[in-house]
């Protein structure tokens, strides 16, 4: 079915032209979080960057998110925090470094852990059956 980035850009759960379920949380009870190594994450993107890149700029503490998202019940628990902060301004509300145009994470080399080992079911039964 093509490679795992094709997927998820361009096939996203068996839909064509549905794309990056996992970095947007569109109208759903979805959460990008708990960002566990946000400190090296903030780092990382510092480094990237050429400047000192904060908390507020990438992540949302409890406090803000479940004011923000007060619908969404998975974002009343403390333990899915930090989340990564959501771009209002993109139809699908995705992740503030999800880049539609292109259809790729901006930060994929140093993405968070989080991320880095998310698989949906979708994507784990293609990857499991094209071995």
């Not at 990382?44 to 890149?53: A, T």
């Not at 628990?77 to 470094?97: E, G, H, L, Q, Y």
């Not at 790729?104 to 852990?113: A, D, H």
Request: negative net charge; hydrophobic residues 30%; glycine residues 4%.
């Amino acid at each position: 079915m093509g490679s795992h980035c094709d997927i998820c850009a361009f096939s996203c759960f068996g839909q064509k032209g549905n794309y990056a379920s996992c970095c947007s949380i569109e109208e759903r009870n979805w959460i990008m979080g708990p960002i566990l190594d946000y400190e090296k994450v903030l780092s990382d993107l510092s480094e990237k960057y050429g400047r000192e890149v904060t908390f507020k700029e990438v992540f949302y503490d409890f406090d803000e998110g479940s004011k923000t998202f007060s619908a969404r019940k998975v974002w009343q628990d403390p333990n899915n925090f930090p989340a990564m902060r959501i771009d209002f301004s993109t139809p699908k509300k995705t992740c503030v470094f999800y880049n539609e145009n292109l259809k790729v994470c901006s930060i994929y080399e140093i993405r968070p852990e989080t991320c880095k080992n998310y698989f949906c079911d979708y994507l784990e039964r293609e990857l499991l059956m094209n071995q």
